[in-house]
């Protein structure tokens, strides 16, 4: 064998890429040439050694930019509906929207005299009431303040809703309004994050539900329940913000 | 949004195999993080057209795509002074490579083993520095990554008999660097 195959041979040997013949094949070589063995014990240190070196470590900021950058590159994603609450709005665009928005409303319930699902027309409820409240902005009880919010609530509805004002974790308190969806007042709790607004449904579960997201007509739906009261946030967020959402409250 | 929350479970828990690469191939920690930050973007929005399997060689070759990218940038604009030419500079300054000492491993074996063992270490650093991006890469990918050829191949775009031929050279190299700058710390020693 000569040398410069011997160090092919044990470059593929550290990658644990030789047959047995081929084991042997070096073997004799390095037995009987003492230049080329001491290269095979180098390179067997240096492999070692680099593998020692190990990852360098992403500090934690390249993380926490990467996921924000990603989010944005999500929410920019094309055919969402309802981002025209994002930051200038001009007046025509305005009407657009509020006229795009009627369209789908109407749209949704006329797709939706056509399905006899309580779950899809819940569903739709809360879109419709969701819609209506960005055209109306009827918040009833304006109020960043929990201690407010929450006693508003008492005698209105037959639930006390979980109300955090979360402004420090971008979700601020914007106060609550009672509505009306699938035949029952219920009680809502809403929360801007920048010009996002989530309408969180709120009322009686009767029975322990897990948590599930839909998305309807470019919203966002999370529900979930605890403590036995339904909770259904709603919003033009992307669903990985309104997970946090969850989380906090 | 399935899309999103996927990509986050599957890719971006590759980030710190990611800046590796990204470190070694540009030897800056600075550039690393901006390159590895735009591939993972590139990813993501390439991400529909992932096959399932190993993630790792599929995000590690857009990872070195955009760090190519980036060094062939530094090429063009002559403003960033290049970390090659300062070791390429320092290296050649010396010429003390007759004066050879023994072999690493015999070295290591000696009593001042310890000592040399952190030594050893930042000189490592400095060979695998020097060494052309086209070995560096194999190298990081096979030892430090643990890659397979297979993966190797995949991530540079080469047969896999290049991938091996080219790990061989690369092993070569490097021990060639390393005795060197060893001998050129034992001069500086006397």
Known sequence: MQCERAREFVSRGLDGELDEAEKDALGAHLSGCPACAEMARDLARMSRDVRALGREPAPVHVKTRLLDAIR????????VAGTWSSRQVSMPRLAAAVVIACLVSSGLTLWLLNTREAG??????IVTAHVRSLLESPIQVASADTHTVKPWF???????????????????????RLDYVDGKRVAVVVYRQRQHVINVFTWAATTARPPHATTRNGYNLLTWSANGVVYCAISDL????????RSLL | MAKRTDFERIAVPHLDAAYTLAVWLLRSRADAEDVVQEAFLRAFRAFGNFRGGDVRPWLLAIVRNAAYRELGHRKKSAAVVSLDEILAQAGSEGGRSAKLVESLVDKAASAEAQMIRGVDEAILRRALAELPETFREVIVLREI??????????VIGAPEG?????LSRARTELR????????????HAM
């Open chain 1, 72 to 79: 944005k590159a999500d929410a920019e994603a094309p055919a």
């Open chain 1, 238 to 245: 992307n669903l990985g913000e309104m997970e946090r959402l």
């Open chain 2, 145 to 154: 990554e643990e890659l397979s050829y297979r993966d190797i191949a995949q």
């Open chain 2, 176 to 187: 060639d660097i390393m005795k060197r700058l060893i001998a050129k710390e034992e001069g």
């Open chain 1, 154 to 176: 008492a005698g209105r509805v037959d639930v006390s809703p979980v109300v955090k004002d979360l402004a420090s974790d971008g979700f601020a308190l914007a106060g609550g």
């Open chain 1, 120 to 125: 899809a027309r819940l569903e739709h409820d």
């Open chain 2, 162 to 166: 290049t991938v091996m031929s080219r």
